[in-house]
Antibody
Framework: QVQLQQSGPGLVQPSQTLSLTCAIS??????????WNWIRQSPSRGLEWLGR?????????DYAVSMNGRITINPDTSKNQFSLQLNSVTPEDTAMYYC??????????WGQGTMVTVSS | DNVMTQSPESLAVSLGERATINCKSS????????????LVWYQQKPGQPPRPLIY???TRESGVPDRFSGSGSGTDFTLTISSLQAEDVAVYYC?????????FGGGTRVEI
């Protein structure tokens, strides 16, 4: 049974970097059919896809244009997890953040969510 | 971007009656390599993450009651709850993952 376990701080100061990790059990971040996504949800923006990392003979990333280059998603094969870094955060980045496996060939799986507040 | 439009925004249905939610994409979500529609239906209750109900437009997730069904292909999709139960009160979302950015519908609130 595939499970995703999120971790990371719930409070980030403005202009700092938001960092979250998603640990995978029951699957591999290096799977050549999976794709590992970060999604956030807020009342003002609804469900918003942020980006993903996946392995297809080599590592690839896709990011939402709306992130304006502030985002990095990295796999960690030694720990079988992947991470989200969002730089230069503002209060508009306050949201519930989710990691998820969403790919063409496998059923979707979501993490439990992490509420992140950007405030001083 | 592939814009996902759900209708209605909210729906009030009597217990035991049918609920139908529509989702229309601005571009086809059919993935040619495996001829599957990359369309997921989610159920979200307050304080919980979205729960996948249906993937590939019509495949029910393990453990999802068979009163939930998905249909459609290409750009037009439907989620049907055949006999609404009290525990089905929630917000329902569709999502496409055939192209980036992955996009979601605005949600449909189902009430009794």
């Amino acid at each position: 049974q595939v499970q995703l376990q999120q971790s990371g701080p719930g409070l980030v100061q403005p202009s700092q970097t938001l960092s979250l990790t998603c640990a995978i059990s029951g699957d591999s971040v290096s799977s050549n059919i999976g794709a590992w996504n970060w999604i956030r949800q807020s009342p003002s923006r609804g469900l918003e896809w942020l980006g993903r990392t996946y392995y297809r003979s080599k590592w690839k990333n896709d990011y939402a244009v709306s992130m304006n280059g502030r985002i990095t998603i990295n796999p960690d094969t030694s720990k079988n997890q992947f991470s989200l870094q969002l730089n230069s955060v503002t209060p508009e980045d306050t949201a519930m953040y989710y990691c998820a496996r969403i790919a063409v060939a496998v059923p979707p799986i979501w993490g439990q969510g992490t509420m992140v507040t950007v405030s001083s | 971007d592939n814009v996902m439009t759900q209708s209605p925004e909210s729906l009030a249905v009597s217990l035991g009656e049918r609920a139908t939610i529509n989702c229309k994409s601005s571009q086809s979500v059919l993935y040619n390599s495996n001829n599957k529609n990359c369309l997921v239906w989610y159920q979200q209750k307050p304080g919980q993450p979205p729960r996948p109900l249906i993937y590939w437009a019509s495949t029910r997730e393990s453990g999802v009651p068979d009163r939930f069904s998905g249909s459609g292909s290409g750009t037009d999709f439907t989620l049907t709850i055949s006999s609404l139960q009290a525990e089905d009160v929630a917000v329902y979302y569709c999502q496409q993952h055939s192209s980036t950015p992955l996009t979601f519908g605005g949600g449909t609130r189902v009430e009794i």
